[in-house]
């Protein structure tokens, strides 16, 4: 196919050379009616792109124009069977591909360090999920995925499981080896299942880790706008050439689980996004390679600052900058002096700052690193290093099932209690460090153990969380199931 097309940008170009006239939704009216705060924040030119599914614009959930071709470029260019273009995030493709592959009751295979919209999706599909815990590497306490030894005592234990759910990369950019997983659940006739959030670039260039399209994954979902210069909510669903999926039972699938008015900004992002990946692959990967790892060494020459590479058969994507805070100091606290110079990271936890670098390192990027030193410099000067300890994530059991029905939950009475008085409670509602999103407790799950202990370190250290509320003197409280009611 010719990938020099953007059928869904070029229709919205003619669509509004036509000097249209709106008697149609949205409100706006191709930017005529927004007031002054409109006028000064909007440009009319963006908003005239911002359609509705008119004569010629097609229709996301019947698609058999102008999407429909920008859906078939996507595949092709990423070499699936089929693609569909999603503007509820990987949120949406998450929940669609795991309602379009499974059946209520099904027992499915979950990498437990999964986010939480797996989760939600598993709860709606009323699935019966056998956690299995990842590897974590002791000197970071980073994930390096699942064991194949870890994944095939689960596939022995139990065999009339469906499936198989990963995640890779990591929200840390580390990649495992997914190959033998995927093959050895497609000789027990399992479906696998990839939330590939953070890897849409992967097929853009050799530079990047190889996705788990390659590898033979039956449906991969991929965060467009995370890493291609796609607006926020759009997002890829590839259905593999030889996946055992209704690519039909995806498509009903996707059209429940988002909305029935989809943005038009966010499908043409989209579709400008897969060309961006098509002119990406024009690039020489050794000097895209040698790009990144310039930037790398340069920061660290620059700042005194450290960073983490991937453990031994663990690749690292490239656009993953794992910063280490200085000895004594947490990412946390290196996170905001690093926002009073401007610079804004996607992450920090107890350890670390997360950069997430541009496909082309160009213009701000290349002169930054004077900020970074000077974040560095005031933080030492202004807080003294603390004598800080760590406890591990999470527990190093391989094998987890849950112990209450996920859906009988819903109407279970709460309370707020403290944090630290929450050690031994049920869980009322689930408690996710956020970012990057992993619940650390389910909904009805029991507070104990070591992960107790990290939420604790989690929130001390000035961590925050979903399913939790902090007050104005920095105490946080938890929700629990009320043991009274």
């Known amino acids: 196919?010719?990938?020099?097309?953007?059928?869904?940008?070029?229709?919205?170009?003619?669509?509004?050379?036509?000097?249209?006239?709106?008697?149609?939704?949205?409100?706006?009216?191709?930017?005529?009616?927004?007031?002054?705060?409109?006028?000064?924040?909007?440009?009319?030119?963006?908003?005239?792109?911002?359609?509705?599914?008119?004569?010629?614009?097609?229709?996301?959930?019947?698609?058999?124009?102008?999407?429909?071709?920008?859906?078939?470029?996507?595949?092709?260019?990423?070499?699936?069977?089929?693609?569909?273009?999603?503007?509820?995030?990987?949120?949406?493709?998450?929940?669609?591909m795991i309602l379009a592959s499974f059946q209520r009751e099904d027992t499915v295979f979950v990498q437990r360090d999964v986010h939480k919209s797996i989760i939600n999706g598993l709860r709606l599909a009323g699935i019966r999920p056998v956690f299995l815990f990842p590897e974590y590497d002791q000197k970071t306490y980073l994930s390096k995925g699942l064991s194949v030894e870890s994944v095939n005592l689960a596939f022995a234990k139990y065999p009339h499981a469906k499936g198989i759910i990963l995640t890779s990369p990591s929200y840390y950019g580390w990649v495992p080896p997914l190959a033998p997983i995927i093959q050895k659940a497609h000789e027990k006739k399992m479906v696998v299942l990839v939330d590939e959030a953070h890897g849409a670039h992967f097929q853009s260039n050799d530079a990047f880790p190889a996705s788990a399209l390659e590898q033979g994954a039956d449906v991969v979902v991929q965060s467009a706008h995370k890493t291609l210069p796609a607006l926020t909510m759009g997002a890829y669903l590839h259905i593999g050439k030889e996946s055992y999926i209704s690519s039909q039972a995806v498509k009903e699938a996707a059209a429940v689980v988002q909305t029935s008015s989809p943005s038009y900004l966010v499908l043409s992002s989209l579709d400008m996004a897969r060309y961006y990946v098509h002119t990406l692959r024009e690039c020489e990967p050794n000097q895209l390679t040698r790009s990144y790892e310039s930037f790398q060494a340069d920061l660290e020459k620059n700042t005194g600052l450290s960073l983490v590479k991937a453990t031994e058969k663990i690749e690292q994507d490239p656009l993953k900058c794992i910063v280490k805070a200085p000895e004594g100091y947490s990412g946390w606290t290196l996170q905001h002096y690093l926002e009073q110079e401007y610079i804004y990271s996607e992450l920090a936890d107890q350890d670390h700052v997360l950069l997430v670098l541009p496909l082309r390192l160009e213009g701000n990027y290349l002169t930054v690193f004077p900020k970074f030193q000077q974040a560095v410099s005031t933080m030492m000067a202004q807080v003294p290093p603390e004598n800080r300890t760590r406890v591990s994530h999470l527990p190093t059991f391989s094998v987890q099932e849950t112990e209450r029905e996920w859906l009988e939950m819903f109407h279970v009475k709460q309370k707020n209690i403290e944090v630290e008085r929450a050690s031994g409670k049920i869980a009322g509602v689930d408690i996710i460090p956020y970012p990057p999103g992993i619940p650390l407790f389910f909904k009805g799950e029991k507070i104990t153990g070591e992960r107790f202990s990290y939420l604790l370190e989690w929130v001390q250290q000035g961590g925050r969380i979903q399913g939790g509320t902090v007050d104005r003197k920095g105490q946080w409280y938890v929700s629990i199931m009320d043991e009274d009611e």
Do not use: C, W
């Open 1 to 96: 196919m010719n990938q020099e097309q953007m059928p869904i940008v070029d229709a919205l170009r003619k669509h509004k050379n036509k000097q249209p006239i709106s008697f149609h939704v949205p409100g706006h009216k191709n930017g005529e009616v927004i007031g002054r705060a409109g006028q000064a924040f909007f440009s009319k030119e963006m908003l005239q792109m911002d359609q509705t599914e008119l004569t010629g614009l097609d229709d996301l959930h019947d698609a058999e124009g102008i999407i429909a071709e920008a859906q078939q470029l996507a595949a092709d260019l990423y070499g699936a069977e089929s693609t569909l273009f999603l503007v509820g995030g990987s949120t949406a493709g998450n929940h669609a």
